[in-house]
């Protein structure tokens, strides 16, 4: 077992050098080579932990966003003349793009959960509704916290200048500031819900930029596409679902988030009216999204059975555990709307259904793509 510490605030390897198991002097030399391991493995975890709930969150749903519309629209794009003005990358350059776009999503995301979880109140309410994070553990101190969340995001920078994808790694950090430093989710559930549907879209967009670059271009001047370009109204619609549903991650939450007075919809319209705000949305979001696409059965099986999951489970089952199973489930459903565009592709590919392109170029979410 590792023992909980204070750790320096002066230098980032008394980090490490305090993360390590106690030992008597007698077996430090003998353990020298599997402490370091520890030691490694210890502040690995540390890191580790700022981000563990986020992970299914938004991790893998903003990864899997990118890839998948990534190679839907590669598919799309094998269907045009090579005199058209975009070039896309094949899809086995998208699949090998895999671990870049996971590590870019996890490095944004790293510094704004430091950010956050470093602050006094947040310490607080962690140490009711996520008593296992590394500040509430005592395993480093909110100060030392506030130089790995610099230098997490120097690093971030440099990897979205070098990407090629920095405007939304810029915008992330505008948006942690108003979250995080500004409290700007504390006062409005509105507000709240507005950062969620901001920040998801960037973690998507960035992801998908990096799943298409270096070889998406146009052809007419050799310029880099942007992914919001690409994409089009499809990000307006998806941001939309994002405003109108994320409070089902604040129904179980409400006793930490009653303690620092934040205005959660739970908490400004009662647990009742939050839970039909959640129930309602989710319903209609699970007929309309796979109705845009028009896409195979499967596109609709998943998208309205998992939706239909979520808001029979938010107003039947409301207790903490339900709650956060629930919130599971709907992270579930926003993969299976992240899918919907390369499931339309699959199906128009094995069809060959190449009279239905130009309403997916021209019409619905995709109308910005230009070929």
Known sequence: MFHSMKLSETSGLAFIKECSPKTTPGSKEKKSGRNLFHQLGFCLNTVFLFTRSDIKTIVIPSSLFGLTNALALTLLASFQDSSTSLHLPPPTHVLAQTPLVVFWVWI??????????RQPAAILEDAINKPWRSLPQGYLSPQLAKHLMLVCYGIAILLSLYLRNWPQCFTLIAIGYWYNDLHGADYSCVVKNLINAGG?????????????NPTARNNADGSSISALRLLGWWYVLVACIIFTTVQAQDMCDQLGDASRDRKTVPLVIGDGNARWTIAVAMTVWSIVTPGVWKGPWIGYLLCTGIGAIVAVRTLVYRTVSDDKKTFVIWNAWIASVYLLPLLKMLGVTLARE?????????????R???F
């Open 108 to 117: 944004n995301l790293l510094p704004f959960t430091i950010d956050n979880q």
């Open 200 to 212: 998801y879209t960037c973690f998507s967009s960035g992801a998908m930029q990096i799943a298409l």
């Open 354 to 366: 190449t009279t239905d392109i130009d309403r997916i170029v021209y019409w619905g979410p995709l």
């Open 368 to 370: 910005g793509v230009v």
